[in-house]
Each structure stands twice: as C-alpha cells, then as structure tokens.
C-alpha cells in the first residue's frame, strides 16, 4: 500500500522561503503527477502544483512566479519551495499521487473525456508564517 | 472564484438521498473526482472517473455527470458522512493546472 510521507519547516518568518519534501513509500514512482495542495485556515482546498517522474512541471498561475517543484527519482522524493511567503502562505500542505489518463466514449460517435484524480494523500504539514 | 462551482452548504436527513454538485466549463472535458475531508484529516477520495469507488468507498457514494454539471450522490445518508466535499478537474486547455470547487459542507440532520 503506497504511502505519503511528508516533512517540513513549520514556522517561518515572512519573507523566507517554505520548503517541504514528501516521500513516496511503496509503489511506482512513474505514471503519476506528484501534487502539492495546500488549505488555508478555514477554508477551502487550493491546487499548487505538480510534476511528473521525468521533471515537468504544471503551477497554479497565481502562485507561478514563487512556486517551485523538484523531484528526486532516486530517493523517489518531491519537494515544494514556495518563495518570499507572507502571512496568506499560512496553511497545511498536503502531497499526494496524481493520476491523468483518457477514456474513449461512444456518444453516437467516440468521444474523448480525461479524468485527473488524487488517490493518495500524505497527512499533511502545517506552515505558519509570522514575525 | 473557484472556476468549479458548488454549493457552500447542502443539508439532509438521515437516510435520505443528497446530492451535490459541481459545475464548470472545463467539465465538459474532464470528469470530476471527488474528495470528502472530515475536521483536521486530509482529503480522501471517494468517486473518480466519473462513477469509481475506491476500495473501501460504501456503494452509497456514486457519481454522475451531464453537460457541465457533475454531481456526487449519496443514498442513504449517514451520520459519518458529514463532512465537507470537493470536487476536482483538470483545465482542458494548453495549462495544465488543477482545479478544485469551493467545497460543499454536508450537514447530516
């Protein structure tokens, strides 16, 4: 049974840049999109980012200039730096394993839908930025 | 704004039938999953490719779509499902990004 285990600074200060790994324990490391989500206190869930096996990347657009995603296959780790934080960076950070794939539909004639979805999810890490 | 929309706070009697629902363009395209949070948990799947339940997910869970809508059903509510609800997609066009609704708290009277 494939499981998240994820670990980071829990304070910082802002400014300062959050930095979080998460760990991928049984299973493949390739074929997903490894995801980071995070939600802000009392609110709900918001998509930062994800990257896939061989490096590439997809960001929030409202997070792009800050965000980065890195990925270490040998160790079958992700990382998330998110840059210059501010107290609105306050949240639990979650990772989880990402699957995007397409099915053919005969509607009358084929058509194609894509699914996405998260099936596993680490516990989650909780960052508070303050002075 | 959340470019998936649903409905803030849904309510239903016990062992009755509740639906939920997320609405956006890029559903059109892509097939909502849907994820139930309970108070200081992560997320836990519960409907993905349109109508699959994960091992463990009660068949009282169940998945619909229909132009832009898509809806999570339950029948037969039960206490331990009250929880907030998130349905997630995929934007269809050249950026890749994730999308997730507002979420919908449940309230199980």
């Known amino acids: 049974q494939v499981q998240l285990q994820q670990w980071g600074a829990g304070l910082l200060k802002p400014s300062e840049t959050l930095s979080l790994t998460c760990a991928v324990d049984g299973g493949s490391f390739s074929d997903y999109y490894w995801t980071w989500i995070r939600q802000s206190p009392g609110k709900g869930l918001e998509w930062i980012g994800d990257i896939n096996h061989s490096g590439s990347t997809n960001y929030n657009p409202s997070l792009n200039s800050r965000v980065s995603i890195s990925v270490d296959t040998s160790k079958n780790h992700f990382s998330l730096s998110l840059s210059s934080v501010t107290a609105a960076d306050t949240a639990v950070y979650f990772c989880?394993?990402?699957?995007?794939?397409?099915?053919?539909?005969?509607?009358?004639?084929?058509?194609?839908?894509?699914?996405?979805?998260?099936?596993?999810w680490g516990k989650g890490t909780t960052v508070t930025v303050s002075s | 704004s959340s470019e998936l929309t649903q409905d803030p706070v849904v309510s239903v009697a016990l062992g009755q039938t509740v639906r939920i629902t997320c609405q956006g363009d890029y559903l059109r395209r892509y097939y909502a999953s849907w994820y139930q949070q309970k108070p200081g948990q992560a997320p836990i799947l519960v409907i993905y490719n349109k109508n699959k339940r994960p091992a463990g997910i009660p068949d009282r869970f169940s998945g619909s779509r229909s132009g832009n809508t898509a809806s999570l059903t339950i029948t037969g509510a039960q206490a331990d499902d009250e929880a907030d609800y998130y349905c997630m997609s995929r934007d269809s066009t050249g950026n890749q990004r994730g999308l997730l609704g507002g979420g919908t708290r449940l309230t199980v009277l």
């Open positions: 989880a394993r990402g699957t995007q794939g397409r099915d053919r539909v005969f509607e009358g004639h084929v058509v194609i839908y894509y699914y996405y979805y998260m099936d596993v």
